[in-house]
Structure formats: structure tokens, C-alpha cells
């Protein structure tokens, strides 16, 4: 074993960031620099930053939206602000948060470094896609704050191409080129990991977060598309009012929602398989012990991608669909049970008997294990046919996602942001407060979103500005937790920020974790690696180990 | 331009240009039975037709019958989903 | 052709994210394929619509596919066919060294291109003129059956969306022929013109699949 | 049985009202499968709870263990949760299943919804808006049909909900059983004014329902409505027994299979019925010349339903 080698393999954690080479953050200072970048570190910095200021608008109308919950009568705003509120907050927090968060982010910053390669394939695409959901979602945004759209996130037809005010078409086009550029992401990972692998870097050597990050690219690749396109129609039925979707020419209001669902379905993937990468990272680091059952986490990310396109009717069960198509995708929906359980069994597996360090970000990761668990089984009960027809569109429906999306996508946000943020800035964010911060989001979040089941299965319907007053206990309890949880989500943005000035200077492997993006320095120079690395050892060889098979 | 050279040409240029005589040949046929409309079911036939087409272009003017087995499986991918949106949708159509 | 015989070295230069030359071009190669996947499941969509409304209204989509200009459409096949014979020329020729000849190539595909999209607007100006355009606010011809409307409109979507296809892979030809004029193009990009051959078949290969379902299938 | 009052009477109520025998039979379901869930998450809760605690890093404990792979053990955790749910798939499927197909002898109520109320019609022609009488003991079937966007009438208290779509009928049925006064709502968001298109549905015993429906009063039946309406709008002129124009006889239509010009039959469903009034020229029948004008945009969605009730109660002369 060369010298380089045995750097790769154990590398020295003392290692400061000082006594290095100028890294990516520093190599350059202007604005020029920045705006006109191909560093994939750099681009993922960039949509970091620009995903916080959309997830904390989308937050903001979320609180707004609770606030008017608080009495039953709808005072506090009046109808159309409401429904004007929960659109703004479907809409960015779906199209413009939560698909992009860790992909765009943590999957442009890391998957490079985690394969050993000098950048992604395509650098310049990779910038122009941050264009692109610039432009989208600047547009959007604006339409949403001047003018008000009120059709939800789903768009569904004939009310959002006849009823609705005009704004829906800018909203739409914005959102549609948002698309192009999930699907520009979407095919630059794909032929990274595909081509851009060091040597020695075979597929079953590749940590999971890129596994799932595959997934998910597929998913980029193979939906965006068709939701493109359905956006287009309904653009066009609105504007030239061509009437696939008008039931008064014969169209079917029922085909937008195939054609929506079988990319939006999916989409729940691209927000949950990423965060199962990022725990899965995290579970492995923080019990310091091989991931149990390796090849089969990994298959089942791939499983999940491909699954996830057979059930999207399940949206579907009471609007017209025929029986037929309904019990199939039931069916077909239970079957996503499968790789789910793998994924979840085997952290707890992974676990039991490692040495186990409760920093903040295993705590988010943990933290993340539950939520799921509970979003996922939940999930379950809306695929059951007689269930749903009594669950369906109602606040049963609004928890259920929640905590998939907030409890399953957004900790694991947070935890990976945690992990790697010595990586991403070379300074250490303040333990203590993490650690405050992570517990604060996770009562928040269970106080907020736990009534909301109930307040479902009792039957309330979503998206109501007016309730029935024997809802507005629980919806009162609802909306006391999400104070405590946008408190807590005040704790990491400022700590953080904080950090990046008065933070310990980070070493090279703070976490003694393994995988190749420890490997070089924090913040690694600009094109990651000093030299190419070459691999000749399995993920995750943490000192815990099974002894050898005799 | 040589006799070797266009030798070489020919030996280059044979795959495209059988493919565009096939393809024309076959657009023939579409046409005629577009035009005549000779049975009922005739787009049975016209379908048949358009796979080959679709075949001819894939294979040999994509030139995926040359390429590695990834590219391969990237060309029959899109293919594969068209057909996961067409089969479930109709699921629901056709027994509405 | 003194050009011809005096082939040019035919190579790529490395880009500074890749380490070899052959990881260069697959990367080139599988990246033109994952998009075309995309642009397939985007046309897809269309597809099912037109499906959908053939089993919905068959004798509504019938009534209307009659008035579409059937012999536009099969001429406007033939032409991307041997547009795509010419791509292939180009491809083959590039490999080859031979310059002129594959700019000769490229410019015939732009232009078989571009009489592709003369021909279209001619049938459009047809429909225009036949009031066969129900999307205007004008009158139109089959205003009795107002379903015909709703085949009618996914027709002009998606040679619409086609078209913009064609108009985009034009104008890149044309940049790309204007590069591939300057010496030194093919000993530095050759694999340019290879990976932009691929999204030339494919425009032909949705049009071969376009034609068939708006214009033929049960007239 | 007593009537409870209003539901707002409930200041806190964790337990939804269920009405009907059906609910009754959800509740059990979800009952069910919530247990099975507490089965399959309560020990990866206290697992990684205990595993955390008991194996933290600066604890001297043994961490010998076996394989890193165990195929049989993961098969095992993958496919036991995955068959034990399967079950719940069967029940609730089976459970759909009956929920599809309403008894032939249910009470018909129409169900109009648009922005932002809901109009129900009973069989005698009493209508009401936003508030809906039904028996108690019997199985209501609803009919429904949307005016403008997708609505959905949602019966919390009898487990049901079903989407009402412009352009086509869909149906929900269910058999009250207990007397009382619920809520009924719009679940599907449809406007400004999604959230108060709501309303109450009561149920009475046959007694009160059939006292009820005395008191609602109504001139005509929907049927009776219907038959005006027919000779209103003229159809007589082609469909009725003295017409001279070949038009396809209506008389024992409803419920038949109808055989098409391009080949195959349509059941003649309210769907179909409608449809050919409003779009004479979709599925052409076989033998006869399309020369039907369309009502498109001419009969309302009210008088349509009462034309349909019209023609089932068209009986064939001889029968």
C-alpha cells in the first residue's frame, strides 16, 4: 500500500484546514467568482442560500395559515387571502423547497467528492440549472406575492383553467421552468455516477446517499417530464382554452390528475429518498459500524424509484376513477411497504451495538427514523381503499404528509446540514445549541402536526378557513406547536450564520467518519482531491466490525 | 475523390442508407394504408409498422446496436416508462 | 474533393473534469440519452391524450383527422427521413476527417429541416384559412361536433411543441456549422457533432411517431 | 333512540359519530391496522431508544456481533410487515367493493353541487340546499353530478366521500342507522368559498322522513318534472309514440345495451342518457341517421336530472 493510500484510508483527523492551499471558499472573493461559477461547491452554496429564503417565505405563510386557524370563524383573514396563504405554502414549499433541498444542495456538493471525481460531468449545466430554478422561481414567487394565486399546489383542473384568477398561468410557467431544471440536475448526477467514479470506486463501494441520489435522478429524469407537459396543457386550456380537460367539450378534468400524479407521486420520492441517504450516512458515522444489509439498502432505493411510478392512483380512489384501476393501485401502493421496511429495520440494525454519539445530527436522524415510520404507516392507511374513502382530503391527509415531508425530508435537511457543514465552511457549529435546536423542532413538530390526525379522522376537510367550532381545540393545540417549531427552526439559522464567523475551525474528519468526502480538507480546494483517489477498500469500514466470516 | 475512397464511404454510409431505403419503404406502406383504408382494423398494421420504424431509427441511425450495454439500456428506459404511464392509465379508461 | 481526400485528425480535447478522453465522449454520448429520455416522456403525455380521446370520441377524432393535410404530413415524413440520412452523412464523414463534406451534410439536414417547417406553416395557413384553427377566436368549420375540437387542439400542441423541437435543432445546426467551419473543430469536438446527430434522429423518430397517430391511424 | 342536537355541541370529541353500519365496520378496520402499526414501530422506538442508550460511545459494553448481511433476516422484515398490511388491502378492497355497488331498492336522492352549495332533490321532487333528510333503516343512494369544478360530498359520520365531477354522474351510498343530525361538507377544494359549502344531514326515522317530506313540499315529482320538460323542450316531437320522424324509441331505453354504429353496445346509463342529450353526435347508434340537435348549454343540470328520471319510468307498450 503506497503512502497516498493509507491517507485515504485513515486520514488524520488532526488535520487543520489553516496549513492548506487556498480551498474553493477562499480561492476567489469576488461576486464574479460566485454568480459565474462551475465548482459544484460552490453551486450548491448557492442553492443552499437560495432554498432558505424560499423555505422561510413558504414558513412564513404557513404560519400566517395557522394563525388564521386559531378561531373557526376566519376572522383574522378573509377567505381569499386563506386560500391565497396555502397555495403560496403548497407551492414553494414543494416546487421550490423541498425537491431541491438536499439533491440541489447536499447531492451538488457531495456526490463529486463522495466518487472521487473533480467535478460533475457537466459543470456548466450544472450552473445554468441554478439559472434556470432562479428564474422559475423568482417569477413564481412574484406572481404568488402580488398577485395571489388560490388553486393549491395541485393545480387541478377545470378550476385552475376557468375559475381561477388570471395569475395561474405566470404561476404555471414559472413552475414549469423549475422543471428543466430538476431535470437538468437529474441527468448531470446521473452521468456523473454513471462516468466520473475514481478508480476502484465500483458501485458497492459507493455510500448510499449517492445510491439514493441515483434513485432520485431517475425520478428527475422520467417524471419532470410528463408534469412539464400537463402544466403545459393546462397553460394552454387556460390561455387558448383547448379542452382536454373542460368537461363541457368532453375533455376529462381526471386526465390532468393521471398525468399530475404520475409525476407528483414520484416527487414524494425525490423529497424522501434523499433524506434516507443522508440518515443512512448519519447512522453509519454516529455508531461508527458498517450499514447492516448494505446491498439491500441500496437496492431498495432503486426498488423505491421504481415502485413509486405504479401507484400515483391512489390519489385518486373517490374522483372517478374506475374500481378496477383503484384496488390495483391500492394493491400496487402496499407494495412500497417493502423497501421501506428495509431501509427502516436496517438503521435499526445498524445501530444496535455500534458506538453511539448523540450529536445533533444523530438526534435529527433519529429523530427522522420515528417520523417516517409513523408518515410512512399512515401512508398506508390512505392506500387502503375503504380507509381513504373516508380519510381522503381531510387533515388525516395533511399530517400524513407532514410528517414525511417535514419529519422525513426536512431533519434529515437538517441533520445532513449538520454533518457536513464543517465540510461545506471548515468552522464547527455550536453542540449545545444543536442539540437544542434538534429537540425544540422535534416537540414543535409533533405538537403541530400530531392533532391534525385526529382532527382528520374526525373529519376535517382541508384547506377550510371556516370550521366547525368543536374542531378549534385541536387546531388551537396545532397551532401553539407550530410556534415551538418555527422557534426551533430559529436556532439553526442563527447559530449557523454565527458559526461561519466565530465557529471552531473544523478539521478534516470531525466525526472519524468514513467515505471519501473526509477524506480531503474542510473545506476541500477547489478541484476536491490533491491527487485522484483510488479505492481498494468496502463503505463504511468502521472499526466496529463483524468478525470475518470463517 | 478515389476508388478506395469511395470505397470507404460505401462501407461507412451502407447501415444509414439501407436504413433510410427500409424507412421509406415502410412509410410507403403506412401511407397506402392510410389513403385506402383497405379493412377494419387496419390499425393493427399501421401500428406494426411505426414499431419498425421506430426500430430502424433506434438501432441502426441512433447506432444502439453498436453501443455499450448502459446506452442500451437508456434507449429502452423512456420506452419502458411510456408504457408504465400508458398501461396504468388505461387500467382506468378502459373499464370506466 | 482535394479536401476530402486529405483527411484531418479526428480527436476530442480533454476537459478539465474528465481524466480520460473515452470517459469524455460516453459522458457526451449517455448525457444526449437521458435527455432524449426525458423529451420522449414528454411527447408521451401528448400521446396518451390522443389515445384517450380516440377510444373516448372515435368518431369525433375520425371526423377531424380527415380534415388534416394527410399528404403534407407524409411528404413532411419523407423529408425528415432523408434529413436524418443526411445527419448520418454528416456523423460519418466527421469520423472520417472529411470536412467539406460533412459541412456539405450538415447544411443539407438544415435545410431539409427548414422545408420541413415551410411545409408546416403552409398547412397551418391551410387550417387558418379552412377555419379549422378552433383555438382562435374565429369561426370554426366543424363547430357542429364539439368534441372534434379537443383532437384538433392536441394536434396543434404537439406539432406545435414538435416544431419548436425543430426550430431549437435548426438553429444549434447552424451555430454548430458555423464552429465546425473553423479548422482545428474536428481534432477538438468532433464528438459534438456525434451527440447532436442523436437529438436530430430523435426529432425525426417523434415525428415518425407523431404522423401515424395524428394524421393515419383509422382516417 | 334519542336525536342528538347539534354537532357543535361536542367541545372536545376524539372519536368521530358513527351513523351506519358501515362505519361501524371502517372503525374496526382502522382499529385493526392501527394496532398492527403500534406492532410493527413500537419495538423500532424502544429498540433504537434502548440501543442509544445502552451502547453509547464512552460505555464499556460488549459490541461483538454477527454478520453485517443476514438475507434471511431481512427477507424475513421485509416481507412479514408487507403480508401482514397485504390483509388490510383485501379488507378494504372488500369493503370498497360493497361500497360500489348500492342495493337496488335504495332511496335516490339527486345531488347537485356548484359554487358554493349543494342542492339534493328527493325522488318526490323536494329539494333542499346544504341540508340533506334521509330515513333511517334504509340504503341512500346519491346521485351526483357538479356544475362547474370538482366538488366532493363528504358523510364523516358515515365514513364515505365521494367526488362529484362536472360532466359525469358518480354515486355513494350508505344505510343510516342511527337518527341524528351530522355534518356534511365539501372535501375537495373548489373556491373562495371552499370551506362553507357545508351543511347538515339529517337522519329520521321513516316516520319523520316521510312526515318530512309532506311538510318539504313539492308540486311534482321528479319524474312528473321530467315528463313536462320532455314535451317543453320538444322532444316529443321526434321521440314520442305519434312522431314521424325515425328516432330511436325511449321506452324501456334505461338500463339496455345499445348498439353502436362503430360496433359493440353501450349500456344506456344515466351517463349515456345524458350525454346524448347534450352531445347527440358521440356514439352514434347503429341503424339510425344522427339528425338530433345538441341541448348543450340549453337544459340546466336540474332539468336534465328530472328528463333522466323522465325516461326510466318509460315503460316498452307492451310490458
Not at chain 4, 341517421?289 to 318509460?314: C, H, N, R
Request: net charge neutral; with cysteine.
Amino acid at each position: 500500500m503506497s503512502p497516498l493510500d493509507s491517507l485515504y484510508r485513515d486520514p488524520d483527523t488532526a488535520r487543520i484546514t489553516l496549513d492548506r492551499p487556498a480551498d474553493y471558499l477562499h480561492a476567489e472573493h469576488t461576486l464574479r467568482s460566485w454568480f459565474f461559477t462551475t465548482d459544484h461547491k460552490r453551486i450548491a452554496l448557492l442553492y443552499l442560500a437560495s432554498i432558505t429564503g424560499f423555505f422561510v417565505l413558504g414558513a412564513i405563510a404557513a404560519g400566517l395559515v395557522r394563525l388564521s386557524l386559531v378561531v373557526p370563524n376566519g376572522v383574522i383573514f378573509t377567505n381569499d387571502t386563506y386560500n391565497k396563504l396555502f397555495t403560496m405554502h403548497g407551492v414553494i414549499m414543494v416546487w421550490f423547497f423541498l425537491i431541491p433541498s438536499i439533491p440541489a444542495t447536499f447531492g451538488n456538493f457531495l456526490i463529486p467528492l463522495m466518487i472521487g471525481a473533480k467535478d460533475l460531468a457537466f459543470p456548466r449545466l450544472n450552473l445554468l440549472s441554478w439559472y434556470v430554478f432562479m428564474t422559475g422561481a423568482l417569477f413564481t414567487m412574484v406572481v404568488l406575492i402580488v398577485g395571489g394565486v388560490d388553486t393549491g399546489w395541485t393545480f387541478y383542473a377545470p378550476f385552475s383553467t376557468t375559475y381561477s384568477n388570471f395569475y395561474v398561468i405566470p404561476a404555471l410557467i414559472g413552475v414549469i421552468i423549475v422543471g428543466f431544471s430538476s431535470i437538468l440536475t437529474g441527468l448531470n448526477f446521473i452521468v456523473t455516477i454513471h462516468k466520473m467514479r475514481c478508480p476502484g470506486m465500483t458501485w458497492f463501494r459507493m455510500p448510499i446517499f449517492v445510491w439514493t441520489l441515483y434513485a432520485t435522478s431517475l425520478i428527475f429524469l422520467l417524471g419532470t417530464p410528463v408534469i412539464t407537459l400537463a402544466l403545459i396543457l393546462l397553460v394552454m386550456e387556460r390561455a387558448f382554452h383547448i379542452g382536454v380537460f373542460d368537461p363541457k367539450l368532453g375533455g376529462d378534468p381526471v386526465l390532468f390528475e393521471h398525468l399530475f400524479w404520475f409525476y407528483s407521486h414520484p416527487a414524494v420520492y425525490i423529497m424522501v429518498l434523499p433524506g434516507m441517504g443522508v440518515v443512512t450516512e448519519l447512522v453509519a458515522a454516529f455508531s461508527q459500524k458498517r450499514v447492516f444489509g448494505y446491498r439491500f439498502v441500496a437496492y431498495a432505493s432503486i426498488g423505491l424509484a421504481s415502485i413509486t411510478f405504479f401507484v400515483w392512483g391512489h390519489h385518486m380512489f373517490v374522483n372517478g376513477q374506475s374500481q378496477l384501476a383503484s384496488t390495483v393501485f391500492s394493491f400496487l401502493s402496499f407494495a412500497v411497504a417493502v423497501p421501506s421496511a428495509v431501509k427502516v429495520y436496517n438503521w435499526t440494525a445498524t445501530i444496535h451495538k455500534g458506538a453511539i454519539r448523540l450529536d445533533t445530527p444523530m438526534l435529527y436522524a433519529m429523530g427522522y427514523i420515528g417520523l417516517f415510520v409513523l408518515g410512512g404507516l399512515t401512508g398506508l392507511f390512505l392506500a387502503t381503499l375503504a380507509v381513504d374513502a373516508h380519510l381522503h382530503d381531510t387533515y388525516f391527509v395533511v399530517a400524513h404528509f407532514h410528517y414525511i415531508m417535514v419529519g422525513g425530508t426536512m431533519l434529515a435537511f437538517l441533520g445532513g446540514l449538520h454533518y457536513w457543514w464543517p465540510k461545506f465552511t471548515g468552522r464547527m457549529y455550536p453542540e449545545a445549541w444543536g442539540r437544542v435546536g434538534a429537540l425544540l423542532i422535534f416537540i414543535g413538530f409533533n405538537v403541530t402536526f400530531f392533532p391534525q390526525f385526529i382532527l382528520g379522522y374526525l373529519g376535517m376537510p382541508r384547506r377550510y378557513h371556516v370550521y366547525p367550532p368543536e374542531f378549534q381545540l385541536l387546531n388551537v393545540l396545532s397551532s401553539a406547536g407550530s410556534t415551538i417549531l418555527a422557534l426551533g427552526y430559529f436556532f439553526p439559522m442563527i447559530y449557523l450564520v454565527w458559526s461561519l464567523w466565530f465557529g471552531k475551525r473544523a478539521p478534516a474528519n470531525p466525526w472519524q467518519a468514513k467515505g471519501l468526502e473526509w477524506t480531503t480538507s474542510s473545506p476541500p480546494p477547489a478541484h476536491n482531491f490533491l491527487a485522484i483517489p483510488r479505492v481498494d477498500f468496502e463503505p463504511y469500514d468502521y472499526p466496529i466490525k463483524a468478525p470475518e466470516r470463517a | 475523390m478515389t476508388r478506395e475512397d469511395r470505397a470507404t464511404l460505401w462501407r461507412h454510409m451502407r447501415a444509414p442508407v439501407l436504413s433510410f431505403v427500409a424507412l421509406m419503404a415502410l412509410l410507403a406502406v403506412n401511407v397506402v394504408l392510410g389513403a385506402t383504408l383497405p379493412f377494419r382494423a387496419v390499425w393493427v398494421a399501421e401500428a406494426v409498422v411505426v414499431v419498425c420504424m421506430v426500430l430502424t431509427v433506434l438501432l441502426v441511425s441512433m447506432e444502439v446496436w453498436s453501443e455499450p450495454p448502459l446506452v442500451r439500456v437508456f434507449s429502452a428506459l423512456g420506452f419502458f416508462w411510456l408504457l408504465i404511464l400508458f398501461g396504468m392509465t388505461l387500467v382506468d379508461y378502459l373499464t370506466r | 474533393m482535394p479536401d476530402a481526400v486529405t483527411a484531418e485528425a479526428v480527436d476530442i480535447e480533454l476537459a478539465e473534469q474528465f481524466v480520460t478522453k473515452e470517459q469524455q465522449r460516453d459522458v457526451g454520448t449517455l448525457g444526449m440519452w437521458a435527455w432524449l429520455v426525458t423529451e420522449l416522456l414528454l411527447f408521451a403525455g401528448l400521446f396518451l391524450c390522443a389515445l384517450i380521446l380516440r377510444i373516448q370520441f372515435p368518431a369525433d377524432v375520425t371526423l377531424a383527422t380527415t380534415h388534416l393535410k394527410f399528404w403534407i404530413g407524409a411528404t413532411n415524413t419523407a423529408v425528415l427521413i432523408c434529413s436524418s440520412l443526411t445527419m448520418s452523412g454528416a456523423i460519418v464523414l466527421s469520423r472520417l476527417g472529411w470536412r467539406r463534406g460533412m459541412l456539405g451534410c450538415m447544411l443539407a439536414t438544415a435545410c431539409l429541416g427548414t422545408l420541413f417547417l415551410v411545409l408546416k406553416g403552409y398547412e397551418y395557413y391551410q387550417d387558418y384559412d379552412e377555419n379549422m384553427m378552433p383555438f382562435l377566436a374565429r369561426p370554426y368549420a366543424l363547430g357542429a361536433h364539439p368534441s372534434t375540437r379537443l383532437f384538433l387542439d392536441i394536434y396543434y400542441v404537439t406539432t406545435g411543441l414538435h416544431g419548436v423541437h425543430l426550430i431549437t435543432g435548426v438553429s444549434i445546426l447552424l451555430v454548430l456549422t458555423w464552429q465546425a467551419s473553423r479548422p482545428r473543430f474536428l481534432q477538438m469536438h468532433q464528438n459534438r457533432i456525434e451527440i447532436y446527430g442523436l437529438y436530430w434522429h430523435f426529432i425525426d423518430l417523434i415525428w415518425i411517431i407523431v404522423f401515424p397517430v395524428l394524421y393515419v391511424l383509422n382516417r | 333512540m334519542s336525536v342528538s342536537g347539534s354537532p357543535a355541541e361536542h367541545a372536545l370529541a376524539l372519536w368521530p359519530p358513527a351513523a351506519s353500519h358501515a362505519a361501524t365496520h371502517v372503525d374496526y378496520l382502522i382499529l385493526a391496522f392501527t394496532a398492527v402499526t403500534l406492532l410493527l414501530t413500537v419495538p423500532i422506538f424502544l429498540a433504537i431508544t434502548y440501543f442509544a442508550l445502552v451502547y453509547r460511545a464512552n460505555r464499556r459494553v460488549d459490541r461483538t456481533h454477527g454478520s453485517d448481511r443476514n438475507v434471511k433476516l431481512e427477507l424475513s422484515w421485509m416481507l412479514i410487515p408487507f403480508f401482514l398490511t397485504l390483509t388490510f388491502f383485501a379488507w378494504g378492497a372488500q369493503m370498497f367493493d360493497t361500497a360500489k355497488h348500492p342495493p337496488a331498492n335504495a332511496l335516490r336522492i339527486e345531488a347537485i353541487g356548484r359554487q358554493w352549495m349543494w342542492k339534493f332533490q328527493h325522488p318526490g321532487g323536494q329539494a333542499e340546499i346544504n341540508d340533506l333528510h334521509v330515513p333511517a333503516g334504509q340504503p341512500v343512494l346519491v346521485n351526483m353530478i357538479s356544475q362547474d369544478v370538482i366538488h366532493s360530498l363528504y358523510l364523516p359520520s358515515f365514513r364515505v366521500q365521494m367526488e362529484t365531477l362536472p360532466g359525469r354522474y358518480t354515486q355513494l351510498w350508505f344505510t343510516a342507522n342511527l337518527p341524528g343530525i351530522y355534518r356534511l361538507y365539501c372535501s375537495e377544494y373548489c373556491g373562495t368559498d371552499h370551506s362553507v359549502m357545508d351543511g347538515q344531514i339529517t337522519v329520521q326515522s321513516p316516520r319523520d322522513y316521510e312526515h318530512w317530506l309532506s311538510q318539504a313540499g313539492s308540486s311534482q315529482s321528479l319524474a312528473a318534472g321530467g315528463k313536462r320538460l320532455f314535451a317543453n323542450y320538444g322532444c316529443t316531437g321526434c321521440h314520442g309514440a305519434a312522431a314521424t320522424v325515425r328516432a330511436p324509441m325511449l321506452a324501456g331505453l334505461y338500463g339496455r345495451p345499445v348498439p353502436m354504429e362503430a360496433g359493440g353496445t353501450v349500456t344506456a346509463s344515466d351517463d349515456y342518457i345524458r350525454d346524448k342529450i347534450l352531445n347527440p353526435d358521440h356514439n352514434l347508434i347503429a341503424g339510425y341517421k344522427q339528425v338530433m340537435p345538441s341541448f348543450a348549454g340549453v337544459i340546466p343540470e336540474d332539468e336534465l336530472i328530472q328528463l333522466i328520471a323522465y325516461i326510466k319510468t318509460m315503460q316498452e307498450p307492451g310490458s
